[in-house]
Nanobody, 121 residues
Framework: QVQLVESGGGLVQTGGSLRLSCAASIRTFRSYAMAWFRQAAGKEREFVAGIAGSIGYAESVKGRFTISRDNAKNTVYLQMNTLKPEDTAVYYC?????????????????WGQGTQVTVSS
């Protein structure tokens, strides 16, 4: 059974940095597209970044966030720099088999439990 476990969330001041990790129990991890989504209180879940054969970001995080993966460790990361209060949300890791990531959450088969990121002003 596939499990995704996020870690690295927390409270940080505006302008600070955090690095999220998502450990995946997927035997063929390298054949999966991975993504980060987030959901702020009272708002819909939104795509943040995806990585497969290519990498993509939401416009709101371009230049500040970096997604990467270590296939040897079955882990995907999200380095978040220059954080803003509007980045406050629960961040989720998602996975789907294949060589392309999607910006639509409904395309993903597996989700983590989420990790809270709070950016204070």
């Amino acid at each position: 059974q596939v499990q995704l476990v996020e870690s690295g969330g927390g409270l940080v001041q505006t302008g600070g940095s955090l690095r999220l990790s998502c450990a995946a129990s997927i035997r063929t991890f390298r054949s999966y597209a991975m993504a980060w989504f987030r959901q702020a209180a009272g708002k819909e879940r939104e795509f943040v970044a995806g990585i497969a054969g290519s990498i993509g970001y939401a416009e709101s995080v371009k230049g500040r966030f970096t997604i990467s993966r270590d296939n040897a460790k079955n882990t995907v990361y999200l380095q978040m720099n220059t954080l803003k209060p509007e980045d406050t949300a629960v961040y989720y890791c998602a996975a789907v088999a294949g060589s392309s990531y999607y910006t639509q959450g409904g395309k993903y088969d597996y989700w983590g439990q989420g990790t809270q990121v709070t950016v204070s002003s």
